[in-house]
């Protein structure tokens, strides 16, 4: 099925681990997007990636590298996890920057640091 | 930079009675309104949006929702509930300064028989 994959769908890591967080689409949309879900507060947006060859930080990237490999892969990496980044991760595309079409999300990766 | 309010955190609600979920954003520019809705160990499926035009929208699964530009709210509802619309419900707008989609916090409904 059309969509977007992501892997792994679950993760525990000790802290001060890196792991890198690995999201594709087949659906040729042009931007892409990792979010984080926690209990409360809704999904925040980490980085983004407008379109091929772009990324640009959103409302809490600290702590996380994005990397736009290609059109269809948005991976996002944690370089020394901590126990801060336990959470679920999100990653979501959409035909264009402006979104009108909505989002499409993957199913999450449920990380927990210890 | 838009902010979005969700009203309620958790709404209970028995089968087949209606139920409205609140939500209220704040936003200087034109913006652009969507609710999402995540059903249990899944990822955020679109309910419906609003770009322009007709202030009420219809959406999957009979759900709509009502844009009041002077009460800045995009209320969502649906008549007659089902067990299967136990699910958390996401508001999220974005505006015509970068496009970028922010949720609310969320609202639990728990439907019961």
């Known amino acids: 099925n059309a969509g977007v994959t992501q892997t792994p769908k679950f993760q525990v890591l000790k802290t001060g681990q890196s792991m890198t967080l690995q999201c594709a689409q087949d659906?040729?949309?042009?931007?892409m997007y990792w979010y984080r879900q926690d209990p409360g507060m809704g999904l925040r947006l980490i980085y983004y990636s407008a379109s091929e060859g772009t990324t640009d930080k959103g409302e809490v990237p600290n702590g996380y590298n994005v990397s736009r490999l290609n059109k269809r892969e948005f991976s996002l990496r944690l370089e020394s996890a901590a126990p801060s980044q336990t959470s679920v991760y999100f990653c979501?595309?959409?035909?264009?920057?402006?979104?009108?079409?909505?989002?499409?999300f993957g199913s999450g990766t449920r990380l927990t640091v210890v | 930079a838009q902010s979005v309010t969700q009203l309620d955190s958790q709404v209970p609600v028995f089968e087949e009675a209606p139920v409205e979920l609140r939500c209220n954003y704040s936003s200087s520019v034109s913006v652009y309104l969507f609710w999402y809705v995540q059903y249990p160990n899944q990822g955020l499926q679109l309910l419906l949006k609003y770009l322009s035009g007709s202030t009420l929208v219809k959406g999957i699964n009979g759900f709509e929702a009502e844009f009041n530009k002077s009460q800045t709210s995009f209320h969502l509802r649906k008549p007659s509930v089902h067990i299967s619309d136990t699910a958390e419900y996401f508001c999220?707008?974005?505006?015509?300064?970068?496009?970028?989609?922010?949720f609310g916090a969320g609202t639990t409904v728990t439907v019961r028989a």
């Open positions: 659906m040729n949309h042009n931007s």
């Open positions: 979501a595309s959409s035909l264009n920057r402006q979104g009108w079409y909505g989002y499409t």
């Open positions: 999220a707008v974005s505006d015509s300064n970068d496009y970028k989609l922010s």
